[in-house]
Structure formats: structure tokens, C-alpha cells
């Protein structure tokens, strides 16, 4: 079998294909991510590479132009090599982390005070503590088993009767008591069937126990290092103007290794499917994860030994996943997962880093598109416990919805697609360096005026700035209230192209990807088609429970894309509801958020099924009121204008403006 070497810049790794494989194979294979929102269907267009040296055949696409293709741009899902080679890929086939990072850092609560805003009635009384004991040596007067004797001090000295043992601390239980001198520190977790003793150190390392909680996304995998041992302080300590919480040590996020076989949970599920594909994305995610691990480790400078404890939450899919199970059956009617509360696991059985005494407790799910994500944004943001009605939102490709109460909680899956994202769309790109952001138009000239990720030259658009675009196009009545461009409008901005009519964002000399970044009538209707999903869901909510968006008393809006919606900009599209400003509140990252306070507070492990299984899952994909919905909300905003009386007015007053001007 031939093999070919594969030289990427400006990453300058070299890796082998196979006969027949094409280079977003070889990249997948090797861990080099780039861009690929269709898994290498050839349908997005996005995976665009530069060949600098070597031969590879290669099929046409309508995304490269031919003056494009002469200058070696092609697409890696359609290449194959045939020679060694030498490859660039371009910024904009690239994963930028750094301001993924700085994204996620800003739209995650951290504080541990913060935490006790959203949920009352708790205290630091984590699942997994340390106890230090000094035991009497055995003597011939004395010469019960070592697992009595220290069974029998922890009773005398903390009072815990009835604790079982884990097998591996058995194993090496002797020589740790004799080499610490009898002077050890237990780790013991409260289980259902009373208290389990899971570590013996040498020692006093009360000290030291900690705990990683983990988001993982479908895109993204966030993670924090907590305190267990010092976290009963909730004040922040001060410096300058700036506020450090005490009790995260460490945290990072990286992008899910995942993203190369596929931008949303459905073409992962199919990918699963393939011979090798589910224990190949299982072993990418734990390599995300232990990336994320390593790098949480040097930072805090902690030693791993210590680590006692994991927590992860992600939604239906990626929980199967991280856990070797089949998904199959999520996509399929009538969507049934393998199971949606999860018994505990070890982590090392899973490929995960830590010492073989630290299990993983995993968030409940509640159906195949309502995941622990979803529980733990509940859980985290305190919606359990409220007396007021509250929409719970997670804005995504598969957008979540909650509405309840501390007596009620329904909920809906609605599948957005990955506009929000950046997906189908033409320019759309993830939130990196130079990802357009925001977008202001003026409405005398026309002209736009943008801000872009990183303050550089524009590369794409992301969600945010895609959110913001279509609703400076509406306000400034450049499109109608169907998303179309209207034709009577003098500016060379909008043009025909492609059989439809756009808008000429940046042009090729003001972007560094050397052509002009547009938005296009297509792009216009995948975000209308995202935005009606959302809101439709959100409809039927509230009318199986018989109430209104008026009855609502607080709009909780989580994930990190969440936090960079501009409010109005989103209600000018109708993507969120025409209600006051003041009933909208970001929690950031809700997943972490509840992931984290289920880390400090061992009294939620129940609470969190509880919530799961109180949690009324409504289907959508079958429900012909949510078509109605739908339909009703393909408009801008709405065809009901009535649910948007601000919205309107608004629209109204700008327009008769623009007419006198």
C-alpha cells in the first residue's frame, strides 16, 4: 500500500495518507483540524486548503473559483494525494483556540459567590472529602486486619459508621500504612449505600483536594479546576479592579476534536456508525479532555495525585459518546438513547488521566435532544427553585429550551442548524480572530461599519455579527420583511449574484482571505429558518401550559454565544421576544455553572435527578402546532406583528426617517 507524506503549514507537521484517502482524512486522522462543517461531504465548501507542492486530483466546487483553483486553492474533503506533498492551510481553514478561550472565559460565571445569586439554601459540603488519621501500630495485644484498624479509627475520631471500601485501596492498603508511618489521609465519597473509602495518602493532605468539572460541547469542551479543601470562603479577593475567585484554580477550553468529523451531533451519530467511527470519537473527546486536564494542571500547579474528583455534563449525544455508547438511536424515530442517568465510572476506564480512584459523575439527561447540559443550566442557574415563571434558553445549533418553576418544568429540544454557528453560512466562520462580530450600517449611504474578533482584517462572519447584520439590513431597509434585498436601492453594496442578491460586507481589499465577504438571500433565510425554530419553540412551550410570552417573569440566556447577543438586535429579528430589556439575565456558561456547584455540594447529586426526571420532554419533530409556529415565525420579526410592538414601532420610526432623509 502506497503511502504519501503530507507537509501542513503553517503548523509544519508532516503526516501519511493511505491509498484512495483524501487529505481531510489524513488530517482527521492525525489530529490536524481543518475546517470541515459537513464532515467532508464536500456540501460547505469551508475546508479550503492551499496544495504549494505535489500532485492530487481533485474535483471541482462551486465555493473556488477557477482563477482560484489555478493558484492551487482546493478543497481537502476533495483531494486526494498521489505524490508528496506540501500544504497550506489558509487562516480561515484554521481553529484559532486563544480566542476561544478568551470567549469562554468572558461568558462564564466563576465566582463561587456569584453561584449563591442563582441557588439558595446550600452549603460547601462536597461529595468527596479528606480526613487525616493517626493510627496505633499492631501489636500482638492488638492485631485486627489494617482495614478494621483504620475503619475503626475514622469512627472514633469523625464519627462515620458503616464505610465500605474500595478494592484498589485494598491492593496497596498495607504498604501505604506502613510507609507513611501509620499517618495517612483518607478519601471517602458519600455514596447512596452510605460513605466509601476510595484513596489512602501518605500523610496529611487534607489540604489538597480537588476537583475538575467539564462542559462538553458540541463544539467546545470548557473545563475548571475547584478547590474542594479551601472553598467554604465565597468572598473574592481583590486586587486593584479586578476580583479573583478562590476557588478555581485553573481553566481552559479547547475546541472538541470531534469538529472534524462533523459540526453537529447528528453527522457525529452517523459517523458513529462507520466501522472504528464511535471508538474513534471517543478517543478524540478524551484526548480534547485530557489536553484540557494537562493544561489545568500546569497552571494551578497542582499535583494530579491529588485530584479526587470529576464531573462532566453534555448533552445527550456527547454523554454517549464519552461513554463508548451507541448513539444510533438518538436520530431514529421514536429517539431513544441507551439510558439518561448514568451510573458512575472511573475515569481511567474511560483513557482519562487521573488516578484510578477518581469517578466521574456524569449530569442526567432528560430525552435524545435534552441533554445533562441542559439539567446542570437548570440546576446551576437555580430555575428549580424559583416561584417565578422562567424561560431557561440554551441559542445553538440543537437550541434547548426550559420553562418552569420550583412546582413545574417542561422543556423542548428544537434543531436550530449551525447558523449560530457560522454554518451554511456562505462567509459564516466560528467566533475567532477576525470573525466579524459587530456590524453597524449606515442608513444614509449604506455603507457598513464593522468590528471584527482580534480587531483585524475581517475573515468571516460569526454568529453574533451575523445576528446584528440581518437586523441593521431590516432597520436600514435594505431587506424587507422576508429577508430579501430590495432591489431600488442605489449603492453598489447589493448585487446579484449567484441567481440571488447580496450584500457586499467587506470587500476583497479590507479582508485578509483576498476576496469580497458577502451575505447572501441564502444565508438570510438559514438564519430566518434558525430563529423561527427557536422562537416557535418557545411558542409551543408556553402554550401547552397555557400561558404567553407575557407571563413570563425572567429570560435566562445561557452559553457562551449566548452572552454576545445584542438583546435588541436579536428582537429586531425575532429571535427572542419582545419583552422589557430588564426580564433578560446571562449566566454565561449554565453547564458549568451547575457542574460546579454539584462539585461543592454533595446535597444536589440528588436534586439533579430529580430535576432530570420532573423535567416533561414536549417532542417537536412530529408536532404540527410547531410547524404552525414556524411558518409563522419565517418573517422578520414575525408574521404576528403584534408580539413585537416595540419591534415594530421601532422599524417604523427609522424608516420614516430614512424617507426624509
Aim: aromatic residues 6%; charged residues 25%.
Amino acid at each position: 500500500m502506497t503511502k504519501y507524506k503530507i507537509k501542513f503549514l503553517p503548523i509544519d507537521r508532516i503526516c501519511l495518507s493511505e491509498d484512495g484517502e483524501t487529505v481531510l482524512e489524513a488530517a482527521m486522522k492525525s489530529g490536524i483540524h481543518i475546517n470541515a462543517s459537513c464532515g467532508g461531504n464536500a456540501s460547505c465548501g469551508k475546508c479550503r486548503i492551499k496544495v504549494l507542492q505535489g500532485y492530487a486530483p481533485s474535483g471541482v466546487h462551486p465555493e473556488i473559483s477557477e482563477s482560484e483553483y489555478d493558484s492551487g486553492i482546493r478543497l481537502a474533503c476533495l483531494t486526494t494525494p498521489h505524490s508528496d506533498m506540501t500544504i497550506e492551510v489558509p487562516l480561515e481553514s484554521q481553529v484559532d483556540r486563544l480566542v476561544l478561550k478568551k470567549r469562554n472565559k468572558a461568558s462564564s460565571i466563576l465566582s463561587v459567590s456569584d453561584i449563591g445569586e442563582f441557588v439558595a439554601g446550600w452549603d460547601v459540603d462536597p461529595a468527596v472529602t479528606k480526613k487525616y488519621i493517626e493510627l496505633e501500630p499492631p501489636s500482638l495485644d492488638d492485631n485486627i486486619s489494617d482495614l478494621v484498624r483504620l475503619t475503626r479509627a475514622l469512627k472514633e475520631k469523625y464519627g462515620i459508621n458503616g464505610i465500605s471500601v474500595d478494592f484498589k485501596v485494598l491492593e496497596r492498603l498495607s504498604v501505604v500504612l506502613r510507609d507513611a508511618g501509620w499517618k495517612v489521609t483518607v478519601a471517602i465519597v458519600q455514596i447512596r449505600e452510605g460513605y466509601k473509602l476510595i484513596d489512602v495518602e501518605s500523610g496529611n493532605t487534607v489540604e489538597k483536594n480537588y476537583s475538575i468539572v467539564i462542559d462538553i460541547g458540541t463544539t467546545t469542551v470548557c473545563a475548571q479546576l475547584l478547590d474542594l479543601a479551601n472553598c467554604s470562603v465565597f468572598k473574592l479577593q481583590t486586587k486593584g479592579d479586578t476580583a479573583r475567585d478562590l476557588c478555581t484554580l485553573a481553566e481552559s477550553s479547547d475546541y472538541n476534536a470531534q469538529i472534524s468529523y462533523g459540526e453537529d451531533v447528528i453527522s457525529r451519530i452517523m459517523y458513529s456508525q462507520k466501522k472504528g467511527g464511535l471508538k474513534k470519537l471517543q478517543q478524540v473527546v478524551i484526548g480534547t479532555i485530557n489536553s484540557l486536564i494537562k493544561e489545568l494542571i500546569e497552571i494551578s500547579c497542582v499535583n494530579a495525585e491529588h485530584i479526587s474528583q470529576m464531573v462532566f455534563a453534555g448533552n445527550t449525544t456527547m454523554t454517549h459518546i464519552v461513554l463508548g455508547l451507541d448513539p444510533k438511536y438518538i436520530m431514529l424515530s421514536p429517539y431513544t438513547p441507551v439510558a439518561t442517568i448514568f451510573p458512575t465510572v472511573r475515569g481511567e476506564a474511560l483513557g482519562i488521566n487521573v488516578k484510578n480512584h477518581v469517578h466521574i459523575y456524569f449530569f442526567p439527561c432528560v430525552a435524545s435532544y435534552v441533554g445533562g447540559d441542559i439539567v446542570a443550566g437548570v440546576l446551576g442557574s437555580g430555575v428549580f427553585q424559583r416561584d417565578k415563571t422562567t424561560l431557561f434558553m440554551d441559542i445553538g445549533t440543537n437550541g434547548e429550551i426550559v420553562l418552569g418553576n420550583k412546582d413545574w418544568l417542561v422543556c423542548a429540544s428544537c434543531s436550530a442548524g449551525p447558523a449560530f454557528e457560522g454554518g451554511g453560512i456562505k462567509f459564516g466562520m466560528r467566533a475567532g480572530r477576525g470573525a466579524i462580530e459587530q456590524i453597524r450600517i449606515n442608513p444614509s449611504t449604506f455603507e457598513p461599519m464593522t468590528l471584527t474578533i482580534g480587531r483585524v482584517k475581517p475573515m468571516g462572519i460569526c454568529g453574533s455579527g451575523l445576528i446584528d447584520l440581518v437586523a441593521e439590513l431590516i432597520e436600514v431597509g435594505l431587506i424587507d420583511q422576508n429577508g430579501k434585498f430590495k432591489r431600488d436601492v442605489r449603492t453598489n453594496r447589493i448585487r446579484e449574484g449567484d441567481g440571488r442578491h447580496e450584500y457586499v460586507v467587506c470587500f476583497a481589499s479590507e479582508t485578509c482571505i483576498d476576496r469580497d465577504i458577502v451575505i447572501t438571500e441564502m444565508d438570510i433565510d438559514n438564519l430566518m429558518r434558525a430563529k423561527a425554530a427557536m422562537y416557535a419553540g418557545c411558542k409551543v412551550l408556553l402554550d401547552n401550559v397555557g400561558l404567553a410570552f407575557n407571563d413570563v417573569d425572567m429570560v435566562i440566556i445561557s452559553g457562551g454565544f449566548g452572552h454576545y447577543i445584542d438583546l435588541e438586535k436579536a428582537q429586531t429579528i425575532g429571535l427572542l421576544p419582545g419583552l422589557p430589556m430588564n426580564k433578560f439575565i446571562f449566566v454565561g456558561n449554565g453547564s458549568l455553572l451547575g457542574a460546579r456547584l454539584l462539585s461543592f455540594c454533595k446535597g444536589f447529586l440528588n436534586e439533579t435527578e430529580k430535576i432530570a426526571k420532573t423535567m416533561i420532554n414536549v417532542e417537536l419533530s412530529n408536532n404540527n402546532k410547531f410547524m404552525d409556529e414556524y411558518i409563522a415565525a419565517m418573517f422578520l420579526p414575525h408574521t404576528n406583528q403584534e408580539e413585537f410592538p416595540d419591534v415594530m414601532e421601532k422599524l417604523k420610526n427609522l424608516l420614516n426617517a430614512n424617507r426624509k432623509k
